[in-house]
């Protein structure tokens, strides 16, 4: 079975501190996401890479930034967070680049930033 | 542009009653699509996926998706709702080329004993 895990499941930071997520993959996946859930506005998508060292910007980019320097591990950085990045985040994994290939979620963190 | 619309953001049954989430897509490309499912404090897994082919698509727990092309949807149904699908469930559809999937806002299901 694919496996996608975060490094918390809950997590509570201040305004203006430097936030590190990470999740790692163990299924050898090209492909890993970040979006941010949040209530009536469903998964919105942060950054994605298709490879070691590569990064896109998805739809709501600004104030986050990313960093993959290993394949199986994807860590989304805020800069300094602020109490709008209160938030669920889901990582996810797939094998290949392509529309037939399926996502692989975490289980996600809930951060809140005071 | 893609895009996907879930009708109704909570859907409330009956358990044993039938289970139907709506689900309609905008797609400049033959689109596929995908139904996800998020139970309580867990990330999304895949409940079924239609890409070519036959039309009505089964999934995992009795669940499944019929293509409608001329309709534009793609519906996720169940006959005999279980205390276990309350959960939150997510359309999505898959852009051209090789872009991310694009998810709909989700429906919450809840089963009333």
């Known amino acids: 079975d694919v496996k996608v895990t975060q490094s918390s499941r809950y997590l509570v930071k201040r305004t203006g501190e430097k936030v590190f997520l990470e999740c790692v993959q163990d299924?050898?996946?090209?492909?890993m996401f970040w979006y941010r859930q949040d209530p009536g506005l469903g998964l919105r998508l942060i950054y994605f890479s298709y490879d070691v060292k590569m990064k896109e910007k998805g739809d709501i980019p600004e104030g986050y930034s990313v960093s993959r320097e290993k394949k199986e591990r994807f860590s989304l950085i805020l800069e300094s967070a602020s109490t709008n990045q209160t938030s669920m985040y889901l990582c996810?994994?797939?094998?290949?680049?392509?529309?037939?290939?399926?996502?692989?979620f975490g289980p996600g963190t809930r951060l809140l930033v005071l | 542009a893609q895009s996907v619309t879930q009708l109704g953001s909570h859907v409330s049954v009956s358990e044993g009653a039938l289970v139907l989430l709506r689900c309609n897509y905008s797609?400049?490309?033959?689109?596929?699509l995908f139904w996800y499912v998020q139970y309580p404090n867990q990330g999304l897994q895949l409940l079924l996926k239609y890409t070519t082919g036959a039309t009505l698509v089964k999934g995992i727990n009795g669940f499944e998706a019929e293509f409608k092309k001329s309709e534009t949807s793609f519906h996720l149904t169940k006959p005999s709702a279980h205390m276990s699908d309350a959960a939150e469930y997510f359309c999505a559809v898959s852009p051209s080329g090789n872009t991310p999937l694009v998810f709909g806002k989700g429906t919450r299901l809840s089963v009333i004993a």
């Open positions: 797609s400049s490309v033959p689109p596929y």
């Open positions: 299924m050898d996946h090209e492909n």
């Open positions: 996810a994994s797939s094998l290949l680049q392509g529309r037939l290939e399926t996502q692989y």
